[in-house]
């Protein structure tokens, strides 16, 4: 069975940093397409950033600069650098396999003032 586990969020403030990392397990990691999706409160889950298996990288217009996409395929681990913090980066963050009806828990991140 696939398993999605994301962890690395918590609390920091405006202009902070934090590390989101993601396992997976069940899938074929190597060449998947994975991305990193968030939810804010009343908001819909939006893409943030997403990477391929050889690494090519794509970002959200509002995270670009700031964010950076990395994977790991001996780990079987995707992570999301997250640089420069803002409230609006608030939300749960979810690690996702593009084009499959996986979502882990997810981690909650809140950027706070």
């Known amino acids: 069975q696939v398993q999605l586990v994301e962890s690395g969020g918590g609390l920091v403030q405006v202009g902070g940093s934090l590390r989101l990392s993601c396992i997976a397990s069940?899938?074929?990691?190597?060449?998947?397409?994975m991305g990193w999706y968030r939810q804010a409160p009343g908001e819909e889950r939006e893409s943030v950033a997403t990477?391929?298996?050889?690494?090519?990288?794509n970002y959200a217009t509002s995270v670009k600069g700031r964010f950076t996409i990395s994977r790991d395929n001996a780990k079987n681990a995707v992570y999301l650098q997250m640089n420069n913090l803002k409230p609006e980066d608030t939300g749960v963050y979810f690690c996702?396999?593009?084009?499959?009806?996986?979502w882990g828990q997810g981690t909650q991140v809140t950027v706070s003032s």
């Open positions: 990477i391929t298996g050889i690494g090519s990288t």
């Open positions: 996702h396999p593009m084009g499959t009806q996986f």
């Open positions: 069940g899938m074929v990691f190597k060449f998947s397409h």
